[in-house]
């Protein structure tokens, strides 16, 4: 099973905390949730929908949520990106990097030839197409919740699609629900990742150095030059940009909002900056939070981030000392 990149160290007791994420057991959220060693001692609760897990996050009936925002085939997740945008007062914690293997799955004594039915969740059917269409050419595909709720149907079905239906799913939804896996790693892209975060109410986590800032840009006035003032706040500041997205602000037919993450943490004046006059001067702005950049190289840049601070803050130290 591959383990998603931590994000940062084991630095607080999670016991206590309630953590809720897509279920039902066996999704790869869960994987990438169980992957995080610090959250071991947490208490982790599946539902249904990821309407329902950031609800229960911003009523206060569970203290995190943990919810998939983006996938490198197939791009944003829409439910996630619009509840947070639109229906949620939430802020994101960190992020988790989770590799995505796909596997093929059914009742044992079922065989390749015998399916006539995929289920599983769109986003994997997607990333299996090739499979299917090279593999399964004659199998329906339908969609499922999730990758484990198709495992589970599968798991629980009788009849007909107990003896001609399969699921796409992780290979821990195999060893849950007790299916054989007929094929492994059958996504297209080998190198496909999902990015995960980490969302709770009210707290905005201290800057680590090698940060990530998350916002939602509404424009006052839509006129010609108006997304090039926006980036202009950024581009003269010297903020980079990792991510600029437009949807539908429900508002009207052709009106838009821009979802932009930038290098950098609220607590950094530069980027404080940036948003002070964004929000004063272009448009309406809201803040999604500042949080840990994930990725292979993400906790080595912040031990050299925090080196050179460290250096920087004693070089100036010695300075003063001659201050008289």
């Known amino acids: 099973m591959n383990a998603p990149a931590e994000t940062t160290p084991p630095s607080d007791d999670w016991s206590g905390r309630t953590i809720a994420y897509l279920g039902p057991v066996g999704t790869f959220s869960e994987q990438a949730l169980l992957g995080q060693s610090d959250l071991a001692s947490a208490t982790v609760r599946p539902m249904s929908t990821f309407a329902e897990v950031l609800r229960a996050t911003e009523d206060g009936e569970v203290d995190y949520a943990f919810v998939a925002i983006e996938n490198a085939i197939e791009g944003t997740v829409n439910a996630t990106q619009d509840a947070l945008v639109f229906d949620a007062d939430l802020f994101i914690q960190r992020e988790v990097v989770l590799p995505i293997h796909l596997d093929l799955m059914a009742q044992p004594g079922v065989t390749m030839g015998d399916i006539t039915t995929v289920l599983s969740y769109p986003h994997a059917l997607a990333q299996s197409r090739h499979f299917i269409a090279r593999e399964l050419p004659g199998a329906m595909p339908e969609a499922a919740n999730s990758t484990a709720e198709a495992a589970r149907l599968i798991a629980a079905a009788t009849g007909d699609l107990a003896r001609r239906g399969a699921a796409i799913g992780p290979r821990r939804a195999a060893e849950v629900y007790g299916l054989e896996i007929l094929a492994r790693a059958i996504e297209d892209h080998p190198d ?10 009210d707290v905005v986590p201290a800057p680590t150095g090698h940060d990530k800032t998350s916002i939602v840009v509404f424009q006052r ?14 581009a003269d ?4 940009l990792t991510k600029l997205e437009s ?10 909002c821009f979802l932009i993450d930038l290098e950098g943490h609220i607590a950094d004046e530069l980027v404080a900056d940036a948003l002070r006059s964004l929000r004063a001067r272009q448009a309406d702005v809201k803040f999604l939070g500042s949080y840990p950049i994930a990725g292979e190289r993400a906790e080595r840049m912040r031990e050299q981030v925090g080196e050179a601070q460290r250096e920087a803050d004693a070089w100036v130290e010695q300075l003063r000392s001659h201050i008289r």
């Open 192 to 201: 496909n990742a999902t990015r995960f975060l980490l969302i709770t109410r």
């Open 237 to 240: 500041r010297g903020i980079n």
């Open 221 to 234: 006035t839509d006129e010609p030059g108006s997304l090039l003032s926006i980036l202009h706040e950024f």
């Open 247 to 256: 949807r539908p602000t429900r508002r009207g037919l052709g009106d838009y």
